[in-house]
């Protein structure tokens, strides 16, 4: 059985896992120093689409954990990648907030406001959808476009115990109407995700740790990709019974702190 420091590279989670809401999880700082002080790869993701990149790792660097853009992967990079190779300048109807469509610009697409010029639907978290979008999305899937979106979460949990609508339910929305399935989520627990991160980590999936509070997207994209995983009982992790969750972590930890290498 492998330890919990047999691994060349970490990937972490954010919300619930690295930081919760404004503040940092206790020892979180310390534990990812420790990781990168001796040589191991981190890198951060993110299913939520509504911020970018450059934002997260903004946050992480004021909270003390030092973050360029590009240690930062989430859910629109991995959908505008997947799409700029398998559907090459593109027409994209989007339903989605400003990171999301500068990701797809970025990665070649063309977007446009008729549904009935649209290769593709992109629905993702969209603070403005609207019965107008809905019915957008569906003249355009009837008209023969295809659905895709940036991640399957269908609430989103905020300070407070408070929870609201997230990209999951916006898609549940267009597949009822449309009785077009989406035919694919980048974001965890999507392998689209991983193989990028894995990419860019430079690493094989066996020597990379997945660390989450989140078993049925967290654990579920680690173990989906291959790599060793580990669940923090911090953030959600403590409110569902792991005997209900889809698959078992490899680790259990009270929170990140316990990474750190002494």
């Known amino acids: 059985m ?23 999880i206790p020892g979180a700082d ?9 040589g191991r790869r981190v890198m951060f993701l993110s299913n939520k689409p509504i ?7 903004e946050k992480l660097t004021r909270l003390g954990i030092a973050a360029t853009e590009a240690d930062v992967l989430n859910s629109s990079l991995a959908l505008a990648t997947y799409l700029e190779r ?3 300048g593109a027409r ?15 990665a070649g697409m063309r977007i446009v406001n008729e549904p009935l010029e649209a290769d ?42 408070v929870y609201v609508p997230d990209c999951g339910a916006i898609v549940a929305a267009i597949e009822a109407c449309s009785m077009r399935p989406v035919d694919v989520f980048a974001g965890k627990p999507s392998t689209l995700m991983a ?16 660390v989450g509070d989140r078993v049925n997207t967290d654990i579920l994209f680690g173990q989906n ?38």
């Open 51 to 57: 911020s970018t990149r450059a934002s997260y790792a």
């Open 30 to 38: 310390t534990a990812i120093a420790s990781l990168r002080a001796d």
């Open 195 to 210: 193989d990028l991160a894995l990419q860019r980590l430079g690493v094989a999936a066996a020597d990379c740790l997945m």
């Open 120 to 161: 593709v639907v992109v629905a993702s978290w969209d603070r403005d959808f609207s019965y107008r979008k809905l019915d957008h999305a569906l003249q355009a899937i009837r008209n023969g476009a295809r659905l895709v979106a940036t991640n399957p979460d269908v609430a989103c949990p905020m300070a407070g115990d």
């Open 86 to 88: 398998e559907l090459p």
């Open 225 to 262: 990709a291959g790599m060793g995983t580990a669940l923090v009982l911090t953030g959600a992790g403590r409110l569902t019974p792991l005997e209900e969750g889809p698959c078992r972590p490899d680790f259990v930890l009270e929170s990140i702190a316990e990474l750190t290498l002494v």
């Open 2 to 24: 492998r330890s919990l420091h047999d691994f060349k590279a970490y990937l972490f989670d954010l919300d619930g896992t690295v930081y919760l809401g404004p503040g940092l």
């Open 92 to 106: 994209a109807y989007a339903i989605a907030e400003a990171p999301v469509i500068e990701d797809l610009v970025a």
